[in-house]
């Protein structure tokens, strides 16, 4: 892999892509990356050469572009990374090398290793792969191992570069390989998405991943809820700060599109970092129509928000208020042994 020389370094001390910190703590501080709070994640990253798990990767959490994935070269044996997620959560991502050496190492001399204390498995599958076969053995190679060692863990299963079948036989081909890939995974249940680099799908299936992962998401959301009640909001979504990954949300109005989440967090990533090649810092924006009105602002130290109000009657004020006094109250939902509270109506 092509990596400038601080991304080397960090590698080297295994802390991962750089993220940016919190709110309050120095630019370029490691410390908070890593505290001695940190709920670990172990998260595999598997599948054969080629198939485009580095690329993914480097997009989600390295802030890589789709077309700059061309210039990175074949992962040799693991890479591990540790990207911190609303504060004291932080995955471990274990991104393996799919060469035939390394994949029958993973299953002798490396197993107890690889597939001890797995939180997640994910496999990537190359949709158009001419070993299909091989493919399929290998992940039945890593389900026996995670059977055998990590028997809690949650299994994703991403077909891969879905931008290069024809758009007419996409549903198809994907319906196959699922129901293939369900069949073969028992006992273990596995969650099967679609994906490429060129398109939302890909923050539609990490967004799922993670959110797994997420301790208190279930009061998270309760909170979310009653937030958007109170300020009489249509919608409201939860990104986390540096993948801009959806991690929760509230609607109380039906919406027509039901990918806009993956969406907007293509399109506002994309916006952040041309922002930061300008040498500019993404902070908030407001979006306003004859329908609508759209509020995308810092929530707290690890997350964005966006607030969806159709009420013409509601100033802008009242809204970017709202969201300023609920962040106090967020932030303490971040911490996973804080108190449990909740945001009642008034």
């Not at 789709?66 to 074949?74: F, I, K, M």
């Not at 969201?323 to 008034?346: S, T, Y």
Request: hydrophobic fraction near 40%.
């Amino acid at each position: 892999m092509e990596e400038s020389d601080s991304e080397k370094t960090m590698e080297k001390e295994n802390v991962g892509p750089r993220m940016d910190p919190p709110l309050g703590e120095p630019e370029g501080s490691l410390g908070w990356v890593l505290p001695n709070t940190a709920m670990k994640k172990k998260v595999l990253l598997m599948g054969k050469s080629g198939s485009g798990k580095t690329s993914m990767r480097s997009i989600i959490f390295a802030n890589y572009i789709a077309r700059d994935t061309r210039r990175l070269g074949a992962t040799i044996d693991v890479e591990h990374s540790h990207v911190r997620f609303l504060g004291n959560l932080v995955l471990n991502l274990w991104d393996c090398g799919g060469q035939d050496t390394f994949m029958e190492n993973y299953f002798t001399s490396q197993r107890d290793n690889i597939f001890r204390n797995v939180e997640v498995l994910i496999y990537v599958f190359d949709v158009e792969s001419r070993e299909l076969e091989k493919d399929m053995h290998y992940y039945q190679s890593c389900l026996e191992a995670i059977l055998q060692n990590s028997p809690d863990a949650k299994i994703f299963c991403l077909v891969h570069k879905m931008d290069l079948v024809q758009e007419d036989q996409r549903d198809l081909i994907f319906k196959e390989r699922e129901e293939d890939l369900r069949r073969l995974s028992r006992p273990l249940e596995c969650s099967c998405f679609r994906t490429s680099i060129w398109d939302e799908t890909l923050y539609k299936a990490w967004s799922s991943i993670v959110y797994q992962l997420i301790p208190n998401v279930q009061q998270l959301e309760m909170n979310l809820r009653n937030f958007a009640e109170i300020i009489e909001a249509d919608e409201v979504l939860l990104f986390e700060r540096a993948t801009f990954l959806v991690i929760s949300h509230y609607q109380c109005k039906e919406q027509r599109d039901a990918h806009r989440f993956e969406k907007i967090s293509n399109i506002i990533k994309q916006f952040k970092l041309s922002c930061s090649k300008l040498a500019a810092s993404f902070q908030s924006m407001e979006v306003r129509n004859s329908n609508f009105a759209a509020f995308i602002d810092i929530f707290t130290s690890n997350t964005y928000v966006m607030v969806v109000m159709s009420d013409p009657s509601i100033p802008s004020a009242a809204t970017l208020i709202n969201i300023r006094n609920a962040r106090k109250h967020f932030e303490k939902l971040e911490r996973v042994d804080g108190p449990k509270q909740c945001l009642l109506m008034r």
